[in-house]
């Protein structure tokens, strides 16, 4: 059993330059960075839950106008949410036309280039393949009784 030589590599593993590594170096710090603030903003969310819960139990605390101003913000809400949509089905409008006026074009003429070539190949299968066959089975059978003859050596 040989050893292998820590000089060289296996032609599958990819060598990477040092810009490579410094981009994935890079992107690997904006990830934690990434991670760290989504963490931090549910642990702000949830002390702020806690908070209001707490304060909202206190006895002197007015529920009926926080009550009031929630039912405004969900209303708020509910038409940032409608104008959202509206948005999405423009986009989704705008998509559907892309499709039936810009890619199906491209298909159709590549199915139309597909049956040129597939009628192509069929063309030059029987006129120009076939013919040469049975040319080099002719050739290979001539040869062959020529050896038997003896007028041809191997």
Request: no cysteine; proline share 6%.
């Amino acid at each position: 059993m040989t050893l292998p030589n820590p000089e060289q590599t296996p032609p599958s593993l990819p060598q990477t330059t040092p810009e490579q590594q410094a981009e994935l170096r890079e992107k690997e710090r904006k990830e934690k960075q990434t991670m760290a603030a989504v963490i931090a903003g549910v642990v702000i969310f949830l002390a702020l839950l806690i908070l209001a819960i707490y304060g909202l139990m206190q006895p002197s605390t007015p529920t009926d106008k926080i009550r009031d101003i929630f039912i405004i913000v969900v209303a708020l809400e509910s038409l940032i949410i409608g104008v959202a949509l509206v948005v999405l089905i423009v986009q989704l409008a705008s998509l559907i036309n892309l499709l039936q006026n810009e890619v199906r074009p491209i298909l159709n003429a590549t199915n139309e280039t597909v049956n040129t070539l597939r009628g192509t190949v069929e063309f030059l299968g029987e006129e120009v393949v076939e013919p040469v066959v049975k040319l080099s089975g002719y050739l290979a059978g001539l040869s062959r009784m020529m050896e038997l003859m003896g007028i041809k050596k191997k």
